[in-house]
């Protein structure tokens, strides 16, 4: 029998109101159930709401010092916890051990950047004029966020914005994506171990149109931060605002990495390829285009399909180089893109076929793709596909690989593989991208930088992570102090 994790509203974990419960399944092994959680409903969302508002006030007055010790304390304990969160992790999203290991140490490292960066945010101490004894600013918690997270990253997502969000005063009611909600269950857990006072933080898992839809649209919410897909993002972004919240939804990519002539080849293979099938390319600044000069095209191909074919594919716990995708849906709609770029008249390279049978347990199982020849009208160009298809396209020039590379709606993460200085200004100076990256995959994130899109890959209001995280959870209020 496998436990049902509740909800955990007021301090206390609790069952949904009207029982609800759903399960979730180790995309590796479908026969298995890894787990099992309360569904919450607007009534959950509701009460949890109230909690968090009841909590808020005493949080914020608490001093910044000792919250940070709350979330020094946090990330200790997920630390000691690290080797089976790493399990959990991979179990539920179907990461390999490697990658999910990483994620969890980033969770742990999040809680203690902002541990320290708690009292740290103050505000701003200005020179007095007309007489005052001072002026100043102050920075104040914004009150209730509401949290709303994907399923590919379930700890780190999470940990970026409840470390910041607590850190600053902020209290908090999160509704973590279905398909792998339990990393975010632990860090509450780790949380509620750590001492956090009753109602500051609040778990409800349960469907995006309904819990999700209400820590969106509900008077009780004073900040909403959101990441997941554009298509939903915006739809909440505009609830959000509607509702007088301050909101930021951190969406969708379609990334490129250029390869320009004076390219090192077998360097552009190994940062694109990370880059494209790393966590089952089922990361918002996955490597979906690779743009390639015509001198060095050829060549790149020809390495790149054997990078991908050199990739072993296993469960996610034996760490291999690559993990199953994590749900039916998300293998379908592969699978779906895979046949669009063929009929589209892309040069299949390599891969995007499934491995079924006995051997891979009907896990969620796809082999890397590759195409070349691909036009940027085509679909497989322009559109988010979330797993593991690379598009490749070939340009005349510098020139023309930077305007291939902007032709999209999307502008997270990009990347150069040049040995050209100028090159490489060049391109930081002219890609529509939040994230410039040269000779780096587009993949992988510092943590004390800030993160976040432009286009449609980001509301474009407030960056997430360093600084900018404690910014989005504060607002400032100037003082004018004469005595
Ligand atoms: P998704 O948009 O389907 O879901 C994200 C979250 O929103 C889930 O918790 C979901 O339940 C909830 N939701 C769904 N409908 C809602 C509604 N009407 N109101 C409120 N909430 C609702 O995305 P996903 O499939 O979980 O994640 C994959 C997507 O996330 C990809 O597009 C990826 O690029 C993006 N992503 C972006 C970043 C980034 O920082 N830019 C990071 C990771 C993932």
Request: glycine share 10%.
């Amino acid at each position: 029998m496998t436990e049902t994790t509740n909800l955990y509203i007021d301090g206390e974990w609790v069952p949904a109101e009207d029982g609800s419960t759903f399960a979730v399944e180790n995309p590796a092994d479908t026969s298995e159930t890894v787990a099992e959680y309360a569904k919450g409903s607007t009534e959950d969302a509701q009460k949890a709401i109230d909690a968090a508002n009841e909590a808020q006030g005493d949080w914020e007055a608490m001093p910044a010092p000792d919250r940070g010790a709350i979330l020094r304390e946090t990330g200790a304990v997920l630390e000691e916890r690290k080797e089976e969160l790493t399990e959990q992790l991979s179990r539920e999203e179907g990461k390999t051990l490697s990658e999910a290991g990483g994620e969890v140490q980033r969770a742990i490292d999040i809680f203690y950047y902002y541990a320290s960066k708690a009292a740290d945010n103050a505000g701003k101490r200005k020179g007095p004029s007309g007489g005052r004894t001072s002026v100043y600013t102050k920075r104040e918690a914004l009150g209730v966020a509401g949290l709303v997270t994907p399923w590919n990253y379930p700890i780190a997502i999470p940990a970026w914005k409840i470390a910041p969000a607590l850190a600053t005063g902020n209290a908090i009611v999160l509704k973590p994506a279905s398909a792998a909600p339990g990393p975010a269950g632990a860090i509450v857990q780790a949380l509620e171990d750590a001492g956090l006072p009753d109602g500051v933080i609040n778990f409800v898992p349960g469907s995006g149109s309904d819990v999700g839809a209400e820590l969106t649209s509900n008077d009780g919410i004073d900040a909403v931060s959101f990441t997941g897909s554009s298509e939903v993002g915006h739809h909440v972004y505009d609830a959000a605002t509607d509702n007088m919240a301050r909101a930021q939804a951190e969406m969708g990519g379609k990334n490129p990495a250029i390869i320009t002539d004076s390219a090192d080849v077998e360097e552009a293979v190994e940062i694109v390829g990370a880059g494209a099938f790393g966590v089952t390319g089922q990361a918002c600044t996955a490597c979906s285009r690779a743009i390639v000069h015509t001198d060095v095209y050829d060549e790149f191909v020809e390495g790149i399909v054997e990078y991908a074919e050199s990739i072993d594919i296993g469960p996610g716990v034996e760490d291999p180089g690559m993990g199953p995708h994590v749900t039916q849906s998300e293998l379908e709609s592969t699978l779906e893109y895979v046949d669009v770029a063929a009929n589209e008249g892309a040069t299949h390279e390599t891969g995007g076929e499934r491995l079924e049978g006995d051997e891979y347990d009907d896990g969620y199982y796809v082999t890397p793709a590759v195409f070349s020849d691909v036009e940027r009208d085509m679909r497989i160009f322009q559109e988010e596909v979330f797993g593991p298809v690379l598009a490749v396209t070939e340009v005349e020039d510098f020139d023309d690989a930077i305007e291939t590379a902007n032709d999209s709606e999307y502008g997270l993460s990009s990347s150069v593989v040049t040995d050209d200085l100028n090159e490489a200004h060049e391109f930081v100076e002219r890609t529509e991208a939040g994230v410039a990256k040269v000779n780096e995959k587009t993949t992988g994130l510092e943590l004390h930088v800030p993160f976040g899109g432009v286009k449609d890959s980001s509301t474009n209001t407030y960056r997430e992570q360093g600084d900018a995280g404690l910014d989005f959870f504060t607002e400032i209020k100037t003082v004018y102090l004469n005595t």
